[in-house]
């Protein structure tokens, strides 16, 4: 069992990240979406939060404190009720710096968290590899070890912010096990392919990259020869990319009901029209499945227990849920949700993509 009731200072967060996504982030999305860009002005107000440096230790300039899981979803849950693929962008740099938070070095630490205290600092990990087979179980990225170094080599795609950051968490399979190499932008061998194009979430860049015999240092190995836990990073991915898609599905729910209840057919709203009702109490139920899910998932991560089946599964059913949801706001606002004066045809094309996403962000 888990509470529910959230504290005091998780519903302040939340207030303060609602408010933002409210009056910053829903504002821009569709522009956003049209030009495949984000204003530099959300993403520069998105460091005031403390999305990124405020779990970073105060000695390499974070606040300090403590991160939850559970707060890390209700954040991610409210930047995507503005717009998921914003969202991602604003929390992809945690896919560098929590994972050498919680297990790098102290010259890891010293070196790299610095960075993402002075303000918003592009970073990102590469985990999905092209190929319809792909485990995360078993990446076919591999990095060899030769006369005390590493030589990486693999194929990457879905990396976000890729164009943009200096560092790179490339996930690799290393003989039996898996570990993380941080790969700096211009190590020799690491290409960044076009900006792929995808159906959905346009403002954020996503890459392919490659990597040919890509030598690194020891050093580059995250938690040296300790390494670090590339499930659990998993596990808080998923998790992470559950609220998103949580946040998703709300925003989608919340404005068919508004629409339901002001467009009107023979005389009165279709909200009470027996057909859309059931469609919007079905909507309202997935969006609270989905969330439950994802906090069980994410109180069991806070306690430190094997969460991979909870963070599996709440990935899995909101991914669904959301896409089911956003189809279902389509379908409720009838021809007005099939063109883009409306909101929702956005909605269904970035829902779309959460079945396909693995590791793109981390609560």
């Known amino acids: 069992m888990f509470d529910l009731e959230l504290t005091e200072e998780q519903q302040l967060v939340r207030d303060t990240v609602a408010s933002f996504a409210q009056n910053e982030i829903r504002p821009v999305a569709r522009d956003s979406d049209e030009s495949g860009?984000?204003?530099?002005?959300?993403?520069?107000?998105?460091?005031?939060?403390?999305?990124?440096?405020?779990?970073?230790?105060?000695?390499?300039?974070?606040?300090g404190e403590q991160r939850s899981a559970v707060t890390?979803?209700?954040?991610?849950?409210?930047?995507a009720w503005g717009d998921a693929s914003i969202a991602m962008h604003l929390l992809a740099p945690r896919l560098v710096a929590y994972p050498v938070a919680d297990a790098g070095t102290t010259e890891q630490r010293e070196r790299i968290l610095p960075?993402?205290?002075?303000?918003?600092?592009?970073?990102?990990a590469a985990v999905v590899e092209p190929r319809f087979d792909f485990d995360t179980t078993h990446f076919e990225t591999r990095a060899t070890r030769e006369?005390?170094?590493?030589?990486?080599?693999?194929?990457?795609?879905?990396?976000?912010?890729?164009?943009?950051?200096d560092l790179v968490l490339v996930l690799a399979q290393e003989g039996d096990t898996q570990a993380g190499f941080l790969v700096e932008r211009d190590a020799e061998g690491l290409a960044?392919?076009?900006?792929?194009?995808?159906?959905?979430?346009?403002?954020?860049?996503?890459?392919?990259?490659?990597?040919?015999?890509?030598k690194v240092?020891?050093?580059?190995?995250?938690?040296?020869?300790?390494?670090?836990?590339?499930?659990?990073?998993?596990?808080?991915?998923?998790?992470?990319?559950?609220?998103?898609a949580v946040g998703l599905a709300r925003g989608a729910y919340e404005f068919a009901r508004e629409y339901a209840k002001e467009r009107t057919a023979f005389g009165v709203p279709i909200a009470q029209k027996q057909a859309i009702a059931f469609i919007l109490a079905d909507m309202a139920i997935e969006v609270d499945a989905s969330r439950l899910l994802t906090w069980e998932a994410a109180a069991k991560l806070d306690k430190g227990e094997d969460a991979s089946r909870e963070a599996y599964v709440a990935k899995r059913y909101a991914a669904n849920a959301a896409l089911k949801i956003a189809d279902n706001a389509v379908q409720v606002l009838g021809g007005h949700g099939y063109i883009r004066d409306f909101p929702?045809?956005?909605?269904?094309?970035?829902?779309?993509?959460?079945?396909?996403?693995e590791g793109m962000t981390l609560v």
């Open 37 to 63: 860009s984000i204003p530099q002005s959300v993403i520069d107000q998105s460091f005031e939060l403390g999305l990124i440096h405020s779990a970073l230790p105060e000695a390499q300039g974070g606040y």
């Open 217 to 244: 240092g020891a050093e580059a190995r995250l938690g040296g020869d300790d390494g670090f836990d590339v499930s659990r990073m998993l596990d808080l991915a998923r998790v992470g990319l559950a609220s998103l």
């Open 72 to 79: 890390g979803a209700i954040v991610a849950e409210e930047l």
């Open 147 to 165: 006369n005390g170094s590493y030589v990486l080599n693999g194929h990457k795609c879905f990396v976000p912010l890729a164009e943009d950051s």
């Open 115 to 124: 960075r993402f205290a002075k303000g918003f600092h592009a970073a990102t």
């Open 192 to 214: 960044i392919l076009e900006r792929e194009k995808n159906m959905g979430f346009k403002p954020l860049t996503t890459n392919e990259i490659t990597l040919e015999n890509v």
């Open 344 to 357: 929702v045809e956005l909605w269904f094309r970035n829902a779309r993509a959460f079945t396909s996403f």
